[in-house]
């Protein structure tokens, strides 16, 4: 695999919801999305997948996340990323273990309303992983930092891309 190849692709459908503050699915124009609403508190997507064995496993990933506004047309969105590492006896599935969160903050949203934006974080390969390996299951949870953003109305996330760095 090359570095900058896509690794993983994550739509709304494969959201496994948390059991509170999650967002929720919705369409626009036919188009699946999951809201995440600004409600001064934070709400989550679960995603889950195994590494590929064409990832390198030496210098990390990146998440682009796709995503547009409801309606705000001004203002800032903040989106995290934290993976959860299953692996091999890695880790017990009854509680959760993400590691730290990595984040995108003070993006300025689209200037027009339902037009798409790509944002992207950045993960060294190791603790920031979760020190996730090739072959191993993983989770990823997907925030809207709707604490400390202030864009009004629901983000809408579209797609979550990775990609070998």
Partial sequence: MASGDTLLTFHPYNNEP??????????????????????GTNENAIFSAIMPRNYA??????????????????????WDIAFERIGDQQQDVDINSFAAPQSVDNTDVPGVSGLVDIVSISFTNGAQMDNVAVGELFRIMVTRDGINDDATGDAELHAVEIKET
């Fill in 18 to 39: 948390p059991t509170g503050t999650y967002a929720t699915l919705d369409t626009r124009n036919s188009h699946p999305i999951l809201d995440f609403i600004h409600t």
């Fill in 57 to 78: 496993g030496t210098t990390g990933v990146t998440a682009y996340i796709h995503y547009s506004m409801t309606s705000a047309v001004t203002g800032t969105v903040d």
